[in-house]
């Protein structure tokens, strides 16, 4: 049975989640706008202005000392091509986990990039 974006999607789930060397399981939910605004809401504690629209989050099952594992939300009703370019930008903030502060900093941006081009294989492989 496939996800709601469908085999493709899920098709393009596994393979970049194969390709990230992670050391923990990665899990990919679509969930609904209702349920988007209360992970938001648990997520940024209010830190965040709620008015930006947000498509997706990523959420880390963690300990002091190790990830268990990473769960990555996006929202439904997106068209199949959205959704993956937000299942990318929410992957290179699994990559990044245990780097740097900001979120959306070099560390973040070089493997944004690493991942995009896997996206789209011009990684050469
Ligand atoms: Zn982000």
Redesign the pocket.
């Known amino acids: 049975m496939s996800s709601y974006y469908g085999k493709d999607f899920d098709h393009t789930c596994r393979y970049l989640i194969r390709n990230l060397n992670c050391k923990f399981p990665v899990k990919i939910r679509t969930v609904t706008t209702e349920q988007m605004k209360r992970l938001c809401k648990k997520a940024f504690a209010g830190e965040k202005d709620s008015t930006d629209p947000v498509y997706a989050i990523?959420t880390f099952d963690e300990t002091n000392t190790r990830v268990k594992s990473a769960t990555i939300y996006i929202i439904r009703g997106l068209s199949v091509t959205f959704a993956e370019w937000q299942l990318v930008?929410?992957l290179?903030?699994v990559i990044q986990k245990g780097g740097e502060k900001a979120?959306?900093g070099n560390a973040?941006g070089i493997a944004y990039s690493k991942l995009y081009k896997i996206y789209t294989g011009e990684n050469g492989e």
């Open positions: 990523c930008h929410e290179a903030h979120p959306h973040w």
